[in-house]
């Protein structure tokens, strides 16, 4: 069978042919079209949604010391790059494998485990690793307090700027997290687009946490970031560092988002199965979020 040519002149225009496919797709039931939906998606998942490259990234950031992170990104103009700290003692120890990116799950929490969350056409996604030179523990609060950190983030800053010469920089952090972006985020000043934190370490940690008991956010100034800062917190979050109402404290002064609801908490407070890491309301936090880096219209109640 011959394929009419388009071109030719025996060939209806294209002003002739539009209306008429129209017409057609219109007199399709819906349940048709969605099943072509389907088909196209289980033929190229990357034309229906777009495709999601990642990396690792390791940077020499203070002599020897290797810092490394986790480049998350689709191919379309990035416009926001979110670098994400993850809580407890922040060890990753990102490595590759036949099978993708594999990390330990000792530095599981809300961010890494909903990182998909954040990454669309417009948002790539950075996650930072432990230091090498910190791998025999991980991150403590003292070092996520330190120069040598902010070093460390200023070199992935730097990098990251070169990839998307075009896009804002964010510092996200949970939990134990929070310590890093606000302290490596005081210190890159302008450096950087914005802060958020959720989950926050506002409380003193009990010595019973060992080398994680510290002041954390406790006397941090806020007064001392010069980026614009969002606060997200859930309000039965029952993590002893993370009270609610140590963070509503700061409701007045920055932009804030209180979360409620949920699913049924899994483990016993601090970690990511619970209100600490907004179960059951995950992908509306990160919407949210997404919506406040982007300059969007956002909710400051998500229920």
């Excluded at 490394?68 to 990102?94: I, N």
């Excluded at 963070?247 to 407070?269: M, N, T």
Aim: glycine share 8%; proline share 6%.
């Amino acid at each position: 069978m011959s394929r009419a040519d388009p071109n030719s002149p025996n060939s209806p225009s294209k002003e002739e042919r539009e209306p008429v496919m129209k017409t057609f797709f219109a007199k399709m039931p819906g349940k048709f079209l969605v099943a072509v939906a389907l088909v196209v998606y289980a033929l190229n998942p990357i034309i229906a949604f777009g495709q999601t490259s990642q990396e690792i990234v390791r940077l020499k950031t203070r002599g020897d010391v290797e810092q490394a992170y986790w480049l998350l990104y689709q191919a379309a103009p990035v416009r926001v790059v979110a670098v994400l700290f993850t809580g407890g003692f922040g060890l990753l120890k990102l490595r590759s494998t036949d099978s993708g990116v594999a990390w330990d799950k000792k530095g599981i929490s809300y961010l890494v485990l909903n990182k998909d969350l954040f990454i669309d056409s417009e948002t790539a996604v950075a996650i930072v690793d432990a230091p090498n030179d910190q791998w025999s523990i991980g991150y403590t609060p003292k070092f996520r307090k330190s120069d040598a950190h902010s070093t460390d983030v200023g070199n992935i800053v730097k990098d990251l700027r070169a990839r998307f010469p075009q896009a804002k920089m964010f510092l996200v952090g949970t939990s134990q997290g929070t310590t890093s972006a606000a302290y490596t985020g005081k210190a890159l000043g302008n450096e950087i687009d914005g802060i958020v934190l959720t989950a926050s370490v506002f409380e003193w940690a009990p010595s019973s946490w060992g080398y994680l008991s510290d002041s954390n956010l406790s006397d941090f100034d806020f007064s001392k970031i010069s980026a614009p800062l969002l606060i997200v917190h859930h309000v039965d979050d029952r993590c002893v560092a993370t009270p609610y109402s140590a963070a509503e404290k700061l409701a007045g002064r920055y932009p804030f988002i209180s979360v409620r609801g949920g699913d049924p908490a899994q483990d016993k407070g601090c970690g990511p199965r619970g209100p600490h890491g907004f179960l059951g309301r995950e992908a509306q936090v990160a919407t949210e979020v997404k919506n406040w880096m982007h300059g969007r219209p956002y909710k400051t109640e998500i229920q």
